[in-house]
């Protein structure tokens, strides 16, 4: 695991302590072969429909990275301990199946079984469609608009058991100047959260 800062920007305003657990390539290849497989693409199920092996055996790999990373980032924060909350996929929450929510899943079933940390994967969740970043370049976003600032307060529905807490919000993917993470990490912090802790399975490999 590696450990970052997201510097503030249009949508962020304070530097925010980020982590990450392996460099991401693209098109599902990872900087070094194996690291996991191209896990996050079978999780989302979204182009080819997975049998229900290859999501399990994908579901396996997830847990596995989160139970090493997670209590290492408590551990190097010294926060006493982290309310997990998930980025939403980028379209309405009810326009996916549940073999679709299998990332979101999977958090919660790994932070159930951990010592001081507490379940808010269902704190914030998407109620009108966005684009599809990553498809987005080819044509193939769908409905919805792009990142912009305040995107996440207009397009989804944030718990008030957010306030007060430290918040450990986990993406599968990180891009810098994508802008929904730090968009997110902004509408919890304007919604009461008394800090925001950034976790991504993956940190795109910048190109520039």
Known sequence: MEQFIIQPNECLSKSIVAFYH???????????AGTIENMICTLKNDITPYPSNVLQNAM????????????EILQITKLANLTVCVI?????????????????RTIKSVVEKLND????????IRYTDTQTTHRARWGHG?????PYPNITKDTCRISDDIRGK?????????????????DAIQALLDKG????????????????
Not at 166 to 182: A, P, Q, R, S
Not at 193 to 208: L, P
């Open 60 to 71: 396996l790999q997830l847990s596995k990275v989160l139970f090493e990373d997670l209590p």
């Open 166 to 182: 430290d918040i450990l919000l986990i993406d599968d993917l990180y891009t810098k100047t994508v802008n929904i993470d730090e």
């Open 117 to 124: 940390f507490m379940d808010g994967t269902n704190y914030i």
């Open 142 to 146: 769908g409905s919805g608009n792009m």
């Open 88 to 104: 939403p996929r980028a379209k309405a929450e009810n326009t996916y199946s549940e073999n679709q929510k299998l990332f979101r």
């Open 22 to 32: 392996a460099d991401y390539e693209g098109g599902g290849k990872w900087k070094e």
């Open 193 to 208: 959260a008394k800090s925001v802790v950034f976790y991504a399975v993956g940190k795109t490999v910048s190109r520039y």
